[in-house]
């Protein structure tokens, strides 16, 4: 435990039952008066730092809480990936699960002791927010604060960015989220190419019966699809196994699809339907009956919005002609058992800004960018 300048401001290390009841529960105070807000379902955010979940067997990371006169009014993460610290040996640490109040001293508290966290750990240089690393949520939401966040995206109050900035922080890299419709009319040059590569590509949907294979086959095209990306850590294989075992009890087999060119998987998409639609009046509780609501609003109703997080290209294909076919060609497919389903409005990504190739992609077929997030950095 330790004070700052302003004796009443506390900061504490979160190690105890009771200081994480309080670390998880302070988004419900800050964004009380947020009509856009959906509060995360608290079973996940338990889990999230569950000393099981797998993240933790390549990574450590260290937690604190701020309050005021014994009230929380902050919290913050620090983290060190040493799959981070493989790919790319740069000695960056993160930080992460920043929420605050709007005063510049809790703020100051909050990266201080983070930035000392990540100083001990040997670490150059601070990044974020990752929540709690880049393959789950990412960014800080800067623009787009009106709409809810979809699913495992993250939402924040306007003064957030500026207090961030405040602390030395530069914007380092922007990501967009679209909206698209999925009865979108689908552009003549697009089919055409389509149809001339529908002789040596087949799509098809997820086998369930063969689920651990599908499995791998999606982490092996994303690590491949991905490994050039800015921040691009693979896909740990213990941590995609118990993520894909969990969507699929969650969405229909359409809703992810492989694209095989000569028998040889080289794309992929994946939807998941929005969760936050069905949770968002539940403040977050499973119980006693909103298991009940949220089966039924997934298995009976099914939202009328969905998410796209994940979709990837092999890097052989991706400066070719056939690179943006493939991606039409997954994207066609996966859009067609979400309008047969009653989904409306669908959210694609987060996508690099500088990302020109899929950004063209999604605008050709009707997308527009509606949210923006940014990652942070500073030296150390």
Same mark, same amino acid.
Do not use: C
């Given at each position: 435990?330790?004070?700052?300048?302003?004796?009443?401001?506390?900061?504490?290390?979160?190690?105890?039952?009771?200081? +994480?009841?309080?670390?998880?529960?302070?988004?419900?105070?800050?964004?009380?008066?947020?009509?856009?807000?959906?509060?995360?379902?608290?079973?996940?955010?338990?889990?999230?730092?569950?000393?099981?979940?797998?993240?933790?067997?390549?990574?450590?990371?260290?937690?604190?809480?701020?309050?005021?006169?014994?009230?929380?009014?902050?919290?913050?993460?620090?983290?060190?990936?040493?799959?981070?610290?493989?790919?790319?040996?740069? /000695?960056?640490?993160?930080?992460?699960?920043?929420?605050?109040?709007?005063?510049?001293?809790?703020? /100051?508290?909050?990266?201080?002791? /983070?930035?000392?966290?990540?100083?001990?750990?040997?670490?150059?240089?601070?990044?974020?927010?990752?929540?709690?690393?880049?393959?789950?949520?990412?960014?800080?939401?800067?623009?787009?604060?009106?709409?809810?966040?979809?699913?495992?995206?993250?939402?924040?109050?306007?003064?957030?960015?500026?207090?961030?900035?405040?602390q030395g922080y530069r914007g380092?890299?922007?990501?967009?989220?679209?909206?698209?419709?999925?009865?979108?009319?689908?552009?003549?040059?697009?089919?055409?190419? /389509?149809?001339?590569?529908?002789?040596?590509?087949?799509?098809?949907?997820?086998?369930?019966?063969?689920?651990?294979?599908?499995?791998?086959?999606?982490?092996?095209?994303?690590n491949d699809a991905w490994e050039h990306? +800015?921040?691009?850590?693979?896909?740990?294989?213990?941590? +995609?196994?118990?993520?894909?075992?969990?969507?699929?009890?969650?969405?229909?087999?359409?809703?992810?699809?492989?694209?095989?060119?000569?028998?040889?998987?080289?794309?992929?998409?994946?939807?998941?339907?929005?969760?936050?639609?069905?949770?968002?009046?539940?403040?977050?509780?499973?119980?006693?009956?909103? +298991?009940?609501?949220?089966?039924?609003?997934?298995?009976?109703?099914?939202?009328?919005?969905?998410?796209?997080?994940?979709?990837?290209?092999?890097?052989?294909?991706?400066?070719?002609?056939?690179?943006?076919?493939?991606?039409?060609?997954?994207?066609?497919?996966?859009?067609?058992?979400?309008?047969?389903?009653?989904?409306?409005?669908?959210?694609?990504?987060?996508?690099?800004?500088?990302?020109?190739?899929?950004?063209?992609?999604?605008?050709?077929?009707?997308?527009?960018?509606?949210?923006?997030?940014?990652?942070?950095?500073?030296?150390?």
């Open positions: 435990m330790a004070t700052t300048g302003e004796t009443s401001l506390v900061l504490e290390v979160v190690t105890q039952p009771g200081q +994480w009841r309080d670390f998880l529960a302070l988004p419900h105070r800050l964004y009380a008066d947020d009509p856009a807000w959906v509060a995360p379902l608290d079973f996940e955010q338990r889990q999230r730092f569950s000393p099981r979940n797998h993240f933790f067997e390549h990574a450590r990371m260290q937690a604190w809480i701020a309050r005021r006169d014994g009230v929380p009014v902050g919290r913050i993460t620090a983290q060190v990936d040493e799959l981070h610290l493989r790919q790319h040996g740069d /000695a960056a640490g993160y930080f992460g699960m920043l929420e605050a109040e709007d005063d510049p001293r809790v703020f /100051a508290a909050l990266f201080g002791a /983070a930035q000392d966290w990540l100083r001990g750990q040997g670490m150059e240089r601070v990044r974020g927010p990752f929540n709690l690393h880049v393959n789950e949520e990412v960014g800080l939401l800067v623009e787009g604060f009106s709409t809810p966040p979809f699913v495992l995206m993250g939402h924040a109050r306007p003064w957030y960015g500026p207090q961030v900035e405040t380092v890299k922007d990501l967009l989220a679209y909206h698209i419709r999925p009865d979108f009319d689908p552009p003549r040059v697009m089919t055409r190419l /389509a149809e001339r590569a529908s002789e040596r590509v087949r799509v098809r949907a997820l086998r369930r019966k063969q689920l651990a294979e599908d499995a791998a086959i999606m982490r092996d095209v994303f990306n +800015w921040g691009f850590v693979p896909l740990a294989e213990a941590e +995609w196994v118990e993520t894909v075992s969990t969507l699929a009890k969650l969405m229909p087999d359409e809703y992810i699809q492989i694209a095989e060119y000569d028998g040889e998987p080289v794309a992929f998409i994946v939807a998941l339907p929005n969760l936050n639609e069905a949770t968002r009046d539940l403040g977050g509780k499973l119980l006693p009956f909103g +298991w009940l609501k949220l089966l039924w609003r997934l298995k009976v109703r099914h939202p009328h919005s969905a998410r796209i997080p994940l979709m990837g290209v092999r890097k052989s294909h991706q400066h070719s002609r056939l690179g943006p076919t493939l991606a039409f060609m997954v994207i066609d497919a996966v859009r067609k058992p979400m309008h047969a389903r009653g989904v409306t409005n669908v959210e694609m990504g987060w996508i690099l800004e500088d990302n020109d190739g899929m950004r063209n992609i999604i605008e050709t077929i009707g997308g527009q960018a509606y949210k923006r997030y940014r990652i942070y950095e500073k030296e150390l």
